[in-house]
Structure formats: structure tokens, C-alpha cells
């Protein structure tokens, strides 16, 4: 094999494991988002030994180079693991998908540093963004179908929103592309491309996050680019005092007119975010160190915002716009409630680490968009925006300091049996589930048509390999409920409670419970529902 394949090869399996945004099942339950999971898992299995065989390859044996990120990112992995080993309980598939990006990491960082591999590696984030946005805008004309019934544009994802998200990570790389004039001209038209379709469907999709994210990324891209006769020129005027203030007035105007209009241009999803965030704050006064368990959020939030309205903290306005969130729409208050500060502060570390140079990648700009997304949405929450986040902080990482030792040849070689044996456990536990998924969409058929004896049968032999996913726990307790075995139908959703809070869920409890005439405990459920989302009646 020439070397030329085997440069190649690193290339081409990190583009298959990014490509896991594309793929969709309509045969798999909820297969938008389910498909993505199996893509990925099988991806990883071919992509870990082929990056590290080939890299081995090209490099000869040369010793690898430890970076002050890569300590950071492993420690913040690392008390995530035993985090959850200590607070969670059983591992689940959110679990198992977060142990697959740790190889990843590795695989990207191992790619990066290789200056040749470094140099092609932002082309294939620019090719992935460009199809989606190309995707975004079939949607929008009609010439292919949405994923979401409600809305126009998904991409192939599940909701405009993170499909927003990863469009706008894409925006400071295609602007890069399209201002860097050293580039051939292939490459800047891409750019250019990329950058032009993204501006078209971002708009459309209607994600003020995104649109903060897209803005914030290309600053630093922009400055980067500008003629260094402009900024010295406009350093020179910003000296003076008069231009100070007025630039200072200016910037304080925008700022207050720009988050006036997104906060009135959706008024009631702004205010139902205050209120999960002023609830999710009284979690983390709870648990300020290590938090409630990673994962943990949803389990625990519908208590956090019953005791926020039965305390009086929550106004009547926010009663009416309080729902029972999966996520906080804010990726650190969300890891601060689930990993408590420690957490926190070991992933603030690690990215603030990489802004110690006064030089940034391409893809750091990128990354900088996906951060300022995740102060407003949950882009942590979607395995696609997880790999392209994962992807955007290896590569950047490549830039951050190095630390004063090389990698030992024989603790190199322990790191790379290690990421094999973590992608062959990973792949173990979440390909064989592929039948399940499978197999529940079928059984939903039954459910749909309240065929409920044939449902629970299904529902009973798949329980031990879908126990961990909410919809399917919901709808195997009310089959159990709708067959009068009461008991063990409040049993199927007092584990449902391990991993969500849904009022709807103890509604259903206080109909067994009435089923049962064990009024008192039918009462208290029925309480629970309604303090946990005080605008919803049933």
C-alpha cells in the first residue's frame, strides 16, 4: 500500500464517523436519532484501528506529544466516569455513547498532529456543514422532506434547533475559507459556497442561538483577516477619548437593541428558559460540589421547579410558560447541576486552555460558535453536535501548550490498547440494540391501536435491553396499567422517575393507585403533577 492511501486513510475514517449526522432509519424507533447511535458505534470500531495503524505508519514510531488540553480533557473525562459509577447507577446509552468519544478524541488529536493531516482536517468539517446546508434548503423548497412535522427545516435531525446549531459552528470555518486568499481557489469557493447557504437556511430555521453563535465565531475569524493597516489605523482613533465613548455608547445601544428583539422575537421560550434556569440554580445550592450524577438533570429538575413555585420564587407569568424540560438549554448550568462545580470548572479549564495562544486554528472559531450555542440550547444532548464538538476541541487542542515531556513509547502503545478496548466495549453494548429499536417500532403498531395484551408481550421481551430509554418505559407502564396489573405498572414507572420527571407519569401512578383505591397515594400523585407544571391540567 502506498503511502499516499495510507495518508489518506486517518482522513477518510474521521469523515465516516462525522457523517454519522446523515444517517437515518424510518424502520428503527425514533430512527432520526436512534440511527445516528448505531452509525456511529460501527464507525468508531473502523476508524480507532485505522487512524492509529496508519498514523504508526507515517510516523515511524515517533513518540507522540502530550498537550496541557489533552491532561485537562482527560481529567474532566475521567471524574465524569466516576461521577456517574457513583451518583447514576446502571449504565445507559447516553453512558456508553460518552465513553466512545473519549477514542475519538484521541483518534482527532493523534490525526492533528501530523501537520499535513492538521492542514485537510477543517476541509471535511466544511464538506459535512455544506451537505446539511444544502439539505436545509431542499427542505425548505420542498424538494425533500422534513424530519419534524411541525417545522419545515431539520435537516437530518429531529428538531431546527440543533440542526441550527450545527450550521452555525460551520459559519467561522466557511468564512475562513472564503477570506483566506492563500487557499486554492477550489477551497475559497467551497468557502464561499458553505457560507452563502448557511446564511440562506440559518434565517429561515428561525434559532436565535444559532444566530449568536454564527455571529460570535466569525468575530475572531474577521479580526484575524482584517488588513493590519485598518486595525492599526483603528487603534490609533480609539485612542482618542471622544471615539471611546462614542464606540462604547454605540456597542451598549446594539447589544440592548439586538437582545431586546431576539428576547420579544420569541418571547415565551425566552421566559420558559429563565425559569429553568432559576430553578436548575437552586439544584446546583443543593448539591454544589459534585452535583446530582451526570445524566441526572431531567430525573431531577420537576422537583427543583415544584419547590421554585410552591416557594414562591416563580412569578404567575412564569407558571404559564413552565414545562418538564429534557435538558436546561444551557450546557454549563446543566453541568454544573450534573457534575456539580467540580465538573464545571475541569471543563472550563480545558477550554480555556486552548486560548492561551494568541493564534487560533480555523476550527478553534468553530468551536467558539458551538460554545456560545451551548449557552443557550443543549448541542451536548445530540450525538452529532457531540462528535463535532469533540472534533472542533481535539483540533484545537493541537494547538495549545505542550507539555515538557514526550509520551513514553510504552505508555503510548497502553493509550492506544485502551482507546481499542474502550471502542470494543462501547460497540458491544450499543450494536446488539439495533433488533431492539427495531423491533419496539413495530410493537408501537399495538400500542397505537390499544391493542394492549399484544403490546405488553412485546413490551415484556424487549424490557431488558430498552430499559433504559424513557418512551419505551412510559408506554410499557401503560400497557401494564390498561391490563389492570396496577402494581407492577407504577414499579415500570418509578423507574421511568430514575431518569425523568414528567407530570404525566404521575398522573398515570395516581390512576393506578385510584385503580387500586389507595386514595391518599392516588392524591399525592396527582399533587406531584400538578406542582411540578402548574399550567397543565388533564
Not at 498514523?55 to 502530550?66: A, Q, V
Not at 429538575?301 to 421554585?308: K, L, V
Not at 458551538?370 to 448541542?379: D, E, G, K, N, T
Request: glycine fraction near 6%.
Amino acid at each position: 500500500m502506498s503511502r499516499s492511501i495510507i495518508r489518506f486513510l486517518p482522513l477518510a475514517a474521521l469523515a465516516v464517523v462525522l457523517s454519522a449526522v446523515f444517517v437515518v432509519d424510518d424502520f428503527l424507533w425514533e430512527g432520526v436519532v436512534t440511527a445516528k447511535y448505531f452509525w456511529f458505534a460501527g464507525a468508531m470500531c473502523v476508524a480507532v484501528p485505522a487512524v492509529f495503524s496508519a498514523l504508526f505508519i507515517l510516523s515511524r514510531g515517533k513518540r507522540g506529544i502530550l498537550r496541557r488540553t489533552d491532561v485537562l480533557a482527560l481529567l474532566s473525562a475521567t471524574y465524569a466516569i466516576v461521577n456517574y459509577g457513583i451518583l447514576n447507577g446502571w449504565p445507559d446509552m447516553r453512558f456508553w455513547l460518552f465513553l466512545l468519544m473519549i477514542p475519538l478524541y484521541a483518534t482527532v488529536r493523534a490525526v492533528c498532529e501530523d501537520e499535513t493531516l492538521r492542514r485537510q482536517l477543517p476541509a471535511i468539517v466544511l464538506l459535512v456543514v455544506l451537505s446539511e446546508a444544502i439539505l436545509g434548503l431542499m427542505q425548505l423548497y420542498g424538494f425533500a422532506r422534513s424530519h419534524h412535522g411541525l417545522y419545515r427545516i431539520t435537516g437530518s435531525l429531529f428538531n431546527p434547533g440543533p440542526y441550527s446549531g450545527f450550521i452555525a459552528a460551520g459559519v467561522p470555518l466557511a468564512l475562513g475559507y472564503a477570506l483566506n486568499k492563500k487557499l486554492p481557489e477550489a477551497e475559497r469557493g467551497a468557502g464561499i459556497i458553505t457560507l452563502i447557504a448557511a446564511l440562506l437556511v440559518l434565517p429561515a430555521a428561525m434559532s436565535r442561538a444559532a444566530w449568536l453563535a454564527a455571529l460570535a465565531g466569525s468575530i475572531p475569524v474577521l479580526r484575524h483577516h482584517l488588513p493590519a493597516s485598518v486595525v492599526s489605523r483603528s487603534a490609533k482613533y480609539f485612542r482618542q477619548r471622544s471615539v471611546r465613548i462614542a464606540t462604547i455608547v454605540m456597542l451598549c445601544v446594539a447589544i440592548v437593541g439586538l437582545s431586546a428583539g431576539l428576547y420579544y422575537l420569541k418571547k415565551d421560550s425566552a421566559d420558559g428558559r429563565r425559569v429553568i434556569w432559576s430553578a436548575s440554580m437552586n439544584l446546583v445550592k443543593e448539591r454544589p460540589l459534585f452535583g446530582a450524577g451526570f445524566d441526572r438533570f431531567s430525573a431531577v429538575y420537576g422537583d427543583a421547579q415544584a419547590a421554585y413555585f410552591l416557594d414562591g420564587e416563580g412569578t404567575e407569568a412564569q407558571s404559564l410558560v413552565a414545562d418538564s424540560p429534557d435538558y436546561a438549554f444551557n450546557e454549563y448550568i446543566q453541568t454544573a447541576v450534573e457534575l456539580g462545580l467540580v465538573g464545571l470548572v475541569l471543563f472550563l479549564l480545558t477550554i480555556c486552555s486552548l486560548f492561551f495562544r494568541s493564534h487560533l486554528l480555523p476550527l478553534t472559531s468553530s468551536l467558539i460558535a458551538l460554545l456560545v450555542f451551548a449557552a443557550f440550547s443543549y448541542p451536548f444532548g445530540v450525538l452529532p453536535l457531540s462528535i463535532l464538538f469533540v472534533f472542533l476541541l481535539a483540533a484545537s487542542a493541537s494547538s495549545s501548550p505542550k507539555l515538557r515531556f514526550a509520551i513514553p513509547a510504552p505508555l503510548q502503545i497502553s493509550g492506544i490498547i485502551l482507546c481499542l478496548c474502550i471502542t470494543a466495549y462501547g460497540a458491544y453494548r450499543i450494536l446488539p440494540l439495533h433488533t431492539a429499536y427495531r423491533e419496539f417500532s413495530t410493537s408501537q403498531m399495538f400500542y397505537r391501536a390499544e391493542a394492549y395484551n399484544e403490546a405488553e408481550k412485546s413490551y415484556r421481551a424487549l424490557y431488558p435491553l430498552l430499559k433504559h430509554e424513557k418512551q419505551f418505559l412510559f408506554e410499557y407502564g401503560q400497557c401494564l396499567s390498561k391490563t389492570e396489573r396496577y402494581e407492577e405498572s407504577n414499579r415500570v414507572f418509578e423507574q421511568f422517575l430514575h431518569y425523568a420527571c414528567d407530570p404525566m407519569v404521575y398522573n398515570c401512578m395516581g390512576n393506578n393507585y385510584k385503580a387500586m383505591k389507595d386514595y391518599a397515594a392516588a392524591e399525592a400523585a396527582y399533587t406531584k403533577a400538578s406542582q411540578i407544571v402548574p399550567n397543565r391540567h388533564y
